[in-house]
């Protein structure tokens, strides 16, 4: 019985294990090791799934830097009587993009070593007003493709203590979906301001555009990763549901 219940041990489906009285002590102890195997597959199986979805998540943020890049590209192509000092400033922002992709490259090839319950952010003071200003900048393309516009409505000199990569990636998350999402010909409006919770200030922004509204039985769901409101919705956009 014992050499039996040792062969099953970890296997699916999972075993009863039944011993005479005289050993209860090694029923126990079998238990506990199937009980340990059986959590130690499980970790691994979430890690792999934490690891692909890792591969997801920066496959997504690849497409903002090459958006801006193919963006800026073809106007220094199609216009060629752009003032020099517009020139320089497009190829400014191509070049940061260029340089932001082989950063997320790079994540790629650390994936292995990287652990997605396990972000290590790296905090410092930042300029929320001049990390925006710049980020609208280098979605005028995009929002030209469909003629919007990007207001800002903040406080100079906005500051927050965070971290400045991520905070940047989730900005463009929220700016790409509000591209994405808008009405043609319409204004997306970014409002910032600071507010005081329990003796302490806050920086709160509020990303703002105009499209079809989200079904109330449906907002519960929109922060579930890879959740998508309907299938022509992910067609038009091409996301993967991890924006938000």
Do not use: W
């Not at 792999?48 to 690849?62: G, I, M, P, T, W």
């Not at 963006?71 to 922002?93: C, F, K, M, N, W």
């Not at 990007?150 to 979906?177: H, S, T, W, Y």
């Not at 409101?229 to 992910?234: A, F, G, I, K, Q």
Request: hydrophobic share 40%; proline share 5%; with cysteine.
């Amino acid at each position: 019985a014992v050499s039996d219940a040792c062969a099953h041990i970890g296997m699916s489906p999972p075993f009863e294990l039944r011993l005479p009285s005289f050993v209860q002590e090694t029923q126990l102890t079998l238990q506990q090791a199937d009980a340990r195997i059986r959590a130690n597959e499980a970790a691994a199986r979430d890690a792999e799934q934490r690891k692909n979805d890792l591969v997801v998540y920066l496959a997504h943020d690849l497409k903002t830097p090459i958006a801006s890049i193919t963006g800026y590209l073809t106007l220094l192509h199609d216009e060629p009587d752009i003032p020099a000092a517009q020139v320089s400033r497009y190829l400014d922002v191509t070049l940061k993009n260029a340089l932001r992709l082989d950063d997320l490259i790079d994540e790629f090839f650390e994936i292995t070593r990287f652990n997605l319950s396990h972000i290590t952010l790296n905090y410092s003071k930042i300029n929320l007003t001049l990390l925006l200003e710049q980020l609208c900048f280098e979605f005028q393309p995009m929002l030209s493709e469909k003629g919007l516009s990007c207001q800002l409505e903040l406080p100079p000199g906005l500051e927050a203590e965070c971290d400045a990569d991520k905070i940047e990636r989730v900005f463009e998350n929220l700016l790409r979906n509000a591209v994405s999402y808008s009405f043609p010909d319409c204004r997306i409006s970014i409002y910032g301001k600071v507010e005081q919770v329990l003796e302490r200030d806050f920086a709160v922004l509020r990303f703002v555009n105009h499209g079809n509204t989200i079904p109330k039985e449906k907002l519960s769901r929109i922060f579930e990763q890879f959740y998508r409101l309907d299938s022509s919705r992910s067609t038009r956009t091409g996301g993967a549901g991890l924006g938000l």
